[in-house]
């Protein structure tokens, strides 16, 4: 059986990026993650998740375009390096580092990643992505919160380690590694959210 036709239970020892990369689709839009040959399974967003996402990579991209930044912003797409690969909700990646028929983003292109808490997801994106991100030396790093309200905490890389340097609940100009500045707007946000 080749890889491209193995099964997830069929699978045996650590697994590898390219194992990962071979995986059919879920047929439930699952997002499948790996870290140190462990694979994980996380559910698809569901819809408020999305609408959030969508508002706050428009707000990253307007203000990356507006101030002639290389960067792209994209979201859930795939970012790898050799042992690691990961799904998150917000990419702002060099846009001289990646290409449209790239499969998968290199980690040390991207400039910041964001990830969206959602109940089954509040150890790995307060804890353990953190960690990881930091350790890939990511320049910024960026968790939302969306309980008990809608907040943006803003993390920036310090040696080895991410320190928050702001949490923003309603419109504050945030400074994207010294590359540009978003002038996020939560209030705009929480109103495609609540539509």
């Known amino acids: 059986m080749s890889v491209a036709e193995t099964r997830i239970d069929d699978h045996v020892g650590p697994w590898t990026v390219e194992d990962v990369l071979a995986l059919p689709a879920h047929p439930a839009r699952a997002r499948y993650e790996l870290v140190e040959g462990v694979l994980s399974i996380s559910p698809a967003p569901g819809l408020a998740h999305q609408i959030v996402s969508s508002a706050l990579r428009g707000q990253i991209d307007a203000a990356s375009t507006q101030s002639g930044a290389r960067f792209l912003t994209v979201g859930a797409v795939m970012v790898t390096d050799d042992s690691r690969l990961y799904i998150p909700d917000i990419v702002v990646a060099d846009r001289t580092a ?98």
Not at 101 to 115: D, F, S, T, V
Not at 125 to 134: E, N
């Open 98 to 195: 990646v290409s449209r028929g790239m499969l998968a983003a290199p980690l040390e292109a991207i400039l910041l990643l964001g990830e969206i808490v959602s109940p089954f997801s509040q150890s790995i994106d307060r804890i353990l992505k953190p960690a990881l991100y930091a350790q890939a030396k990511v320049p910024a790093y960026w968790r939302v919160e969306m309980e008990p309200d809608l907040c943006v905490v803003v993390h920036a890389l310090d040696g080895d380690t991410y320190r928050e340097v702001a949490t923003v609940t309603g419109r504050a100009s945030v400074d994207v590694a010294g590359e540009f500045t978003v002038d996020l707007d939560l209030d705009a946000v929480r109103r495609e959210w609540e539509g």
